[in-house]
């Protein structure tokens, strides 16, 4: 199983969360606070994650700026489905529990994938996958969990705001 560490433990420079399997870190990622991007490293190559329209993308850093290898792609807002480009499989994303925000990936019938969460009141997403997905895809998915859990939460403080502006006028 894979996790997001906390920022800054592992020897990472803080604002850097350590990427870990058990307590092994096997790569970085370095998120964007305020946009959908961020740059992994995984082994000896860098990963740059970002949004190109309505995609969420994932190239190496050599790579030109339209260079896509993996993709995400939100086929429904209301049931928080996705469609995946991964290592050239179709891969779906839906939401195996509403109240935890974790999802399930799913090629072909198959799952693939599960997310999850560790931790108390920051809870940091988990990836538990098929050891043939190749690691800079888990990183990229669990890059995914934490945009949508982003996304999420930014829903609920929007909604939270109007309600309490709403209520005192």
Known sequence: MLELGKSGSHGTPKGTVPVLDGEVMVATLRAANWKEAATAVIGDRTWVFGKQGRELTARWEAEPDDAVRLRARQTSLWKGTWQLEL???????????????????????????????????????????DDDLPLATRVFLLWIELVVTRRNNAVIVGTTSAAVIGGTS
């Open 87 to 129: 290592d050239g499989a179709t891969v779906e994303m839906t939401s195996s529990s509403w109240w935890q925000g974790t999802h399930r990936y799913t090629a072909g019938g198959r799952t693939v994938a599960e997310s999850g969460t560790t931790g108390g009141w920051s809870p940091r997403p988990t990836l538990t996958a």
